[in-house]
């Protein structure tokens, strides 16, 4: 491709808002342009890289035995009012009515139609499993949208569903799956981890992110340093923390006098003693579809509340802090919580708290709190996990330090269960001829997220560094100075005999530096400098992810690109 013939305007200022590197390289660079709110263009350039990404994730889907389908962006709301989710996805789903006053949505995700598809239509346990999946647009109303193609409201993404007859199948189609996105991620070049996730508003369980590290991660994920244990905050679970320090010692649970003592910290100094021996009530109003309500959630002294964790622990839609109105409505004192003797309200614990003996809690009294408490005898049902996992706590699989990084998720892959097949009465005949509800799963990766991922991952302060396999042209030749015959007529050498490869010809009638900014900005992965040292018959390559350069004998180009390329 000659760069005269091709349509890359590249640009010095930086788009408005824009904080992350992908955000800031992928619009000066024309690889992408914003057309509204989280609305993007993708320009030629970026179309290359976007092709290229999904090229690779269909042919690896492809070999797995999922077959390739095309949804329609529309949603008839009827299927999403089927499975529960219209009212209470959010006003991140955009509804709206046709001009016949039916109601539709833009698909943020497509479990309701995919679920549609095969309703009635796999009807026997001999026709399954079935993996289908598509790459599409996809619409999330985001609030607030930002970081570019990583926070946007419309986005190209690959989200595939999967049928089966049991769980064991579903199992073996998330192992595959998991393999499957392991290679996708590998060939694309992307240093990734699969990590332990939260199943969000998708719901269902044994659910994996696939994060890509990066500095600019919009997400928190800990890593054991010895053992391949890897998990977002939200779902992350730690080995049981201990206490070398004396316990607090009582003959029995006793009530103790605490005037103004309403944190942990004045607590643990008052009584002498490591805040790891009390008991912290967080409370919270939990939201749900059709009312509101007080939660508290008693967690270790020293530990704080992972607030995903409480809201899967009290299954509301939301969780906000509760004011001092909400606790004196609940006939809640506050900073003299405790859940003995608690009524009125629903409460849950931390399960590392179970068993523990000889610990501090509110009294559910001004000023008082008891001392000598054992958590025994309390329903099973009440202990969840609550604690947020912190750097340095120890590992759940080979007890050796967590350390905690920062992630870009690129892919979650769930086990969706019956959820779906249940809600809307999706089913087959089993083999004693019994009705049956589909055994899901689902699985999803972010296309258009990805091209700003790679960036995030791979870039210096002068712009993208891209590898070969994504790269839109993989070597960039620059001629110095247009007028020079002899430069044009070697750079057309090199250009006609690589022709099949994805090169791109700097022709155009601009300034040396112009040329050079642009490649060190669009970040093809080699630049050729055919300038003033072809007197000598020496030209320049320069290799973009260190911007070393190297000196070529002409007659050694051809050769030495050949490895290259």
Excluded at 20 to 29: C, E, K
Excluded at 98 to 118: C, Q, S, W, Y
Excluded at 257 to 274: G, S
């Amino acid at each position: 491709m000659k760069f005269s013939k091709f349509y890359a305007v590249s640009s010095k200022e930086n788009p408005k808002d824009a904080s992350l590197p992908s955000h800031i390289f992928l619009v000066r660079g024309s690889f992408v342009e914003q057309i509204g709110s989280g609305l993007y263009n993708f320009l030629p350039l970026g179309k290359r890289v976007l092709d290229k990404i999904k090229d690779i994730i269909k042919e690896e889907m492809d070999k797995a035995g999922a077959l390739e389908v095309s949804l329609s962006f529309n949603t008839p709301a009827s299927l999403w009012k089927e499975s529960g989710r219209f009212n209470v996805f959010g006003k991140e789903l955009l509804r709206f009515k046709d001009r016949k006053e039916n109601d539709f949505v833009l698909g943020p995700t497509h479990e309701e139609a995919m679920v549609a598809l095969i309703r009635n239509k796999i009807t026997s346990y001999k026709q399954l499993p079935l993996h289908l999946y598509q790459i599409g647009l996809k619409f999330r109303d985001e609030a607030r949208p930002r970081f570019g193609l990583l926070r946007c409201r419309e986005f190209l993404m690959k989200d595939g569903y999967s049928f089966h007859a049991n769980d064991e199948d579903l199992d073996r189609e998330f192992n595959l799956m998991y393999e499957t996105y392991s290679k996708i991620l590998t060939r694309l070049g992307l240093d990734f981890r699969a990590v332990e996730a939260d199943s969000g508003a998708i719901g269902g369980s044994g659910s994996k992110e696939f994060m890509v590290l990066a500095k600019n991660g919009e997400d928190d994920i800990l890593l054991c340093e010895y053992c391949d244990y890897a998990a977002n905050i939200e779902a992350a679970k730690r080995t049981k923390r201990t206490c070398k320090d004396e316990r607090p010692q009582a003959d029995f649970a006793t009530q103790f006098h605490t005037p103004n003592i309403k944190t942990i910290e004045d607590l643990a100094i008052f009584f002498k003693i490591n805040p790891y021996y009390t008991i912290k009530a967080v409370v919270k109003k939990a939201i749900y579809e059709n009312e509101e309500k007080i939660v508290v959630f008693f967690i270790r002294g020293d530990d704080e509340l992972q607030e995903t964790k409480a809201l899967n622990a009290a299954n509301a839609l939301e969780l906000v802090d509760a004011n001092e109105d909400d606790l004196q409505k609940a006939n809640l004192v506050s900073g003299f919580i405790g859940f003995v003797n608690l009524q009125g309200v629903d409460f849950y614990l931390d399960k590392e708290l179970e068993n523990e003996t000889d610990m501090i809690i509110g009294a559910n009294k001004k000023d008082y709190h008891l001392i000598g408490i054992n958590v025994v005898n309390l329903n099973k049902e009440r202990f969840k996990d609550l604690c947020a996992v912190k750097e340095g706590d120890l590992c759940p699989k080979c007890q050796h330090k967590l350390k905690q990084s920062k992630g870009i998720e690129v892919g979650h892959i769930f086990k969706l269960g019956k959820k779906y097949s249940q809600a809307m009465n999706a089913n087959y005949l089993d083999e004693n001829g019994k009705a049956q509800f589909f055994t899901m799963g689902c699985y999803g990766m972010g296309v258009s997220r990805l091209v700003a991922v790679a960036i995030e991952a791979s870039h210096d302060e002068k712009g993208c560094i891209w590898n070969k396999t994504l790269a839109p042209f993989v070597l960039d030749i620059i001629i110095s100075n247009i007028k020079d015959e002899k430069a044009n007529e070697f750079a057309d050498k090199i250009y006609q005999h690589f022709k099949d490869k994805e090169i791109l010809l700097d022709d155009r009638n601009e300034r040396f530096g112009v040329k050079i900014n642009d490649f060190e900005l669009m970040g093809f992965p080699y630049a050729l400098i055919i300038g003033k040292g072809l007197e000598k018959d020496e030209v320049e390559i320069i290799n973009r992810a260190n911007l070393e350069k190297q000196i070529l004998k002409t007659n050694e180009v051809i050769s030495y690109l050949e490895k290259i390329l």
